[in-house]
């Protein structure tokens, strides 16, 4: 029996929540642009998919819209974030303060959808002691001392790929519940722990498939 998921309903597909986070975006655009309705196949098309796939997608979150009138875009949003899990604030500590830590912390668009990042560790001792934004750099050795019963539940992992399992590994120990990886290395975490892997050179990898290959079989 499918669990429950936070708003009574069955859950949803791993794919089917990327698709939210996409429908979020698109609802956030119609809004900032004034726009009182939005229809199926307004989203479809914005995701190039169909339209039908979009109402099944937002089934799953009840009955907000209306045939033939579409969606209100403010009340759509609501139970969007809610079932992606961003109707909170997630305390979150970043890992490894280099370019990548430093673009990821100006990124405006972590604090508008609930991630803080409120915490900052680095191995390097001429670091710890300084600040990056406003938010102070800490020593990676205290890592464990620092966080535990902090309240930090995500953790985003920028240290080299000989670092990465250790930096796993101590942030679980800690109390971190997901992760989201950076470095090129495959991480192995207890069943408990969620994680996201984001390997830009598998994506460009995708991309220069999607140019030279022929027909593509979809999935």
Known sequence: MPRPNRIGESRLSKAAAGRLSLYLRAIE???SNGQERISSQELGQALSIRDAQVRRDLACLGTLGHPGIGYNPEKLRKPIRRALGIDREWPTVLVGVGNLARALLRYAGFRQQGFHIRWLFDSDPAKAGTSLDGVPILPAEQMEKILSGSGAELGLI????SAAQETADRLIRAGVRGLLNFAPVVLQL???VRLVSVDLTIQLEQLTFLLTSGTIISD
């Open 29 to 31: 655009h119609a809004i």
């Open 158 to 161: 920028a240290v080299p790929a």
């Open 190 to 192: 207890p069943p408990h």
